[in-house]
């Protein structure tokens, strides 16, 4: 099995009530341990890179691991720049090999948006490269850019027809009440996201994928684990696994998980540290960081996304 773009994985998951997870990549461990989860659950996948990642792995070493990925698995891999915010960023990704672009012109006016994201699509189809576009503006760090609460907002229905027939995206990311990172709620604050704006979304776009950004449910075993080991993570909450898993069996064909991931990883590498002080040698404490992230992905694969068995 080759590198795949998301194009048929996004219309099967439509079908079938289900989304593919999109979870973020940094190194080998991170590859191993998604790729590994979606081997075990017979899962499609899409592994994404933002540009944080890819200066900090270097495109091709990021590019070698997912292509060792597909070896080793078998399975319908994507590989995907996430938050690009530039045409030149996509361009480079796509000539790199990556098969799907993410164009986040969100921070834009929706004529700047729609300029810029029909560029991308323009390159990227005649290189036969899926692109998704995103529409309304999460809260939350990504890329360092912090985007407070005030300045987010949800993604208006009454603009995506427009956006998505002038621009030729494949997919749609919205904004309904997720964010990125660990704070998405304060403490005390109900989670809730916006389903009228999806059911809305999903009546004026039948049969089109909608992407949901900054889907980490930010489970508190680990923020415990965090803070019982040494860690001083601030109380923390995310996105119930539930809702998500609602969102998917609707018009949601991409959800996006790092922050779980992260928090996995590290929770389970303070542990390590605490119970064995002695340990020096990356692979003590590696493998179980790898096999926490395996174990979240398989989490998440079977109880928010529904997509094992799909691939
Ligand atoms: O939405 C952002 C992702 O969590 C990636 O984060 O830009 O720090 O690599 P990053
Ligand atoms: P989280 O921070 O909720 O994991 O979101 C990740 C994301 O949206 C990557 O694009
Ligand atoms: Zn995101």
């Not at 099967?12 to 979606?38: C, L, P, R, S």
């Amino acid at each position: 099995m080759a590198l795949v773009t998301t194009k048929k994985m996004f219309e099967d998951a439509y079908k079938g009530k289900y989304a593919i997870g999109a979870f973020n990549v940094n190194n080998m461990e991170i590859v191993q341990g998604i790729t590994e989860a979606a081997k075990e659950q017979n899962a499609p996948l899409i592994l994404q890179v933002s540009s944080g990642a890819r200066k900090y792995a270097n495109h091709t070493y990021l590019m070698k691991l997912i292509e060792a990925a597909v070896i080793e698995t078998d399975l319908p891999i994507a590989v995907h720049l996430d938050h690009g915010n530039s045409f030149e960023l996509c361009k480079s990704c796509i000539d790199g090999g990556f098969t799907s672009v993410m164009i986040d012109g969100s921070h834009h006016t929706f004529e700047e948006n729609i300029a810029l994201t029909k560029q991308v699509v323009e390159y990227a189809h005649a290189k036969g490269v899926t692109v998704e576009g995103e529409l309304g503006r999460l809260a939350g760090v990504e890329d360092d850019v912090n985007v407070s609460a005030e300045d987010a907002s949800y993604t208006r229905p009454e603009e995506v027809q427009e956006f998505v027939e002038r621009t030729g995206v494949d997919s749609l990311a919205i904004a309904i009440g997720t964010s990125h990172g660990a704070f998405k709620f304060k403490p005390g604050q109900t989670p809730k996201l916006r389903f009228d704006i999806l059911e809305e979304i999903e009546r004026l776009l039948p049969g089109f994928p909608i992407v949901l950004h900054g889907a980490s449910s930010v489970i508190p075993e680990y923020v415990k684990m965090v803070n019982e080991n040494g860690g001083q993570m601030p109380d923390a909450i995310g996105i119930p696994e539930d809702m998500l898993r609602k969102a998917a069996s609707m018009a949601v064909c991409k959800i996006n998980i790092d922050s779980d991931l992260r928090l996995a990883m590290t929770g389970v590498l303070r542990k390590h540290f605490a119970d064995n002080p002695s340990h020096f040698d990356p692979r003590q404490y590696l493998a179980p960081a790898r096999d926490a992230i395996k174990e979240m992905v398989a989490h998440k694969i079977t109880t928010v996304l529904g997509c094992n068995g799909k691939a």
